[in-house]
């Protein structure tokens, strides 16, 4: 079974602080990893992926297959950061590509 | 930019009523998707569809479910008996153009309906 965990459901930083957002996955093949995002108000869209090992506003995430985490990082959070970010998981091509997300972490940026 | 579009934006029926949500996918789209959230809960996986049939589907897509793609362009996904708990936000999702594999194709979301069983 496949499975998304994020430890925190809250987070709350100033603006210019680092941030980082935890997800821990379980599963037993390689998977993909995702981080998706939604402001308020708009729709969820992909923010990065593992796979493409790119920064996107400034974020940047790292697959760590011996601690099975796939942490969300900005090093200063900007106001504008502030939204609900999602973790998700795509198993092999066995499995197809249901996405199987965590529970969320509403990240707030205060000025 | 395309988008995956969604009608209603808000739906409310009756306990025992059927449902019928609609959804567009971006157009050269192959892979289509239904989840739902339940208010306060995680985003859970519903039902995966390719080349006119069900490719995956989870365990709460059981026989009061169905989607249809009934004229190449609209995605729809129907509940025919509503219960209390089926009361969630339904998103739809696509992916995937020819000469990809599944798995590297990110999902388009649309905005959701939020679907209210009284």
């Known amino acids: 079974a496949q499975r998304v965990t994020q430890p925190e459901k809250l987070l709350s930083v100033f603006k210019g602080a680092p941030v980082e957002l935890k997800c821990n996955y379980s599963y037993s093949g390689s998977p993909e990893l995702f981080w998706y995002v939604q402001y308020s108000r708009q729709r969820l869209q992909l923010l990065l992926r593992?796979?493409s090992r790119e920064s996107i506003k400034g974020f940047t995430a790292d697959l760590n297959k011996g601690e099975t985490s796939f942490h969300l990082k900005k090093p200063f959070a900007q106001e504008e950061d502030s939204a609900m970010y999602y973790c998700?998981?795509?198993?092999?091509?066995?499995?197809?590509?249901?996405?199987?997300f965590g529970e969320g972490t509403q990240l707030t940026v205060n000025p | 930019e395309p988008e995956v579009t969604q009608t209603p934006s808000h739906q409310v029926t009756q306990m025992g009523q059927e449902v019928i949500l609609r959804c567009v996918p971006i157009?050269?789209?192959?892979?289509f998707y239904w989840y739902r959230q339940i208010l306060g809960q995680k985003v859970e996986f519903l039902v995966s569809f390719y080349n006119n049939e069900i490719s995956e589907k989870s365990e709460i897509f059981d026989d009061q479910f169905s989607v249809e793609r009934p004229d190449g362009s609209n995605f729809t996904l129907k509940i025919r008996s509503t219960k209390l708990e089926d009361s969630a936000m339904y998103f739809c999702?696509?992916?995937?153009?020819?000469?990809?594999?599944?798995?590297?194709?990110?999902?388009?979301f649309g905005p959701g309906t939020r679907l209210t069983v009284l």
């Open positions: 998700a998981l795509s198993g092999g091509e066995t499995s197809g590509s249901r996405l199987t």
């Open positions: 593992h796979i």
């Open positions: 157009s050269n789209h192959l892979y």
């Open positions: 999702a696509s992916s995937g153009t020819s000469g990809r594999p599944i798995l590297y194709n990110e999902q388009f």
